[in-house]
């Protein structure tokens, strides 16, 4: 069932990457530092992809496939990032792989001139050989406000680790890469490996 899936998918993601390639050329001068989660060891990184410069990610929504008894889950499957400029204006949507299955759940996003800047992922570590693998099931963040943010469609696996903080108190997440594994066919699917946020000062 996932085989042929794949093949829908594939089109639109193709579409989707060829409407991104915009994103992608995007490049800031100003990162001071990266975090990410634990992760599992599968799959490769995507290319990174940033906020234009003058924003930063102040809004998420998350592509979660729901779990399926006696299936093969795969819990968190991509990550969108929502990025504002000062002003509090959604300037871009960005997301670094648009992942193979399950629904975008819709965004939350925190107050208006507040930004994300610590994280935490929810994930399920590596299983005995022969269990079902799902590895990342989902993301929160913490705005500058100290509200907390979880999207509502996070997978059910995992634990949730420790908050990642930023490099300084005066940054915020303005970019973000993922790891991810592609289709098995009749292996174990595990789509999102790990995530990795950049941070930008908001001198």
């Known amino acids: 069932?996932?085989?042929?899936?794949?093949?829908?998918?594939?089109?639109?993601?193709?579409?989707?990457?060829?409407?991104?390639?915009?994103?992608?050329?995007?490049?800031?001068?100003?990162?001071?530092?990266?975090?990410?989660?634990?992760?599992?060891?599968?799959?490769?990184?995507?290319?990174p992809v940033y906020c234009p410069p003058g924003t930063w990610a102040g809004g998420y929504s998350m592509r979660v496939e729901p779990s399926k008894p006696n299936n093969d889950d795969t819990a968190m499957n991509?990550?969108?990032?929502?990025?504002?400029?000062?002003?509090?204006?959604?300037?871009?949507?960005?997301?670094?792989?648009?992942?193979?299955?399950?629904?975008?759940?819709?965004a939350v996003s925190c107050s208006?001139?507040?930004?994300?800047?610590p994280l935490r992922e929810k994930v399920e570590m590596r299983l005995p050989p022969g269990k079902d693998d799902t590895s990342v099931n989902s993301v929160a963040f913490r705005c500058s406000d100290g509200t907390n943010l979880e999207g509502g469609n996070g997978g059910p696996f995992g634990r949730w680790e420790e908050w990642r903080f930023p490099p300084n108190h005066n940054s915020a997440i303005c970019g973000v890469r993922a790891k991810t594994e592609p289709p098995?066919?009749?292996?174990?699917?595990?789509?999102?490996?790990?995530?990795?946020?950049?941070?930008?000062?908001m001198n």
């Not at 042929?4 to 530092?33: E, H, N």
């Not at 208006?112 to 800047?117: A, E, H, N, W």
């Not at 292996?187 to 490996?193: C, P």
Request: aromatic fraction near 14%; charged fraction near 15%.
């Open 184 to 201: 098995q066919d009749s292996g174990d699917d595990t789509a999102l490996n790990n995530l990795e946020f950049s941070f930008c000062p």
């Open 1 to 47: 069932m996932k085989k042929m899936a794949y093949f829908l998918i594939l089109i639109t993601s193709v579409a989707s990457l060829l409407g991104s390639q915009k994103v992608l050329s995007q490049v800031r001068g100003d990162i001071i530092g990266t975090k990410s989660g634990t992760g599992t060891p599968w799959g490769k990184w995507s290319n």
């Open 112 to 117: 208006r001139y507040k930004f994300f800047s």
């Open 78 to 106: 991509a990550i969108a990032l929502y990025c504002y400029d000062r002003n509090g204006s959604l300037v871009q949507r960005i997301s670094p792989h648009p992942g193979y299955w399950g629904t975008w759940c819709e």
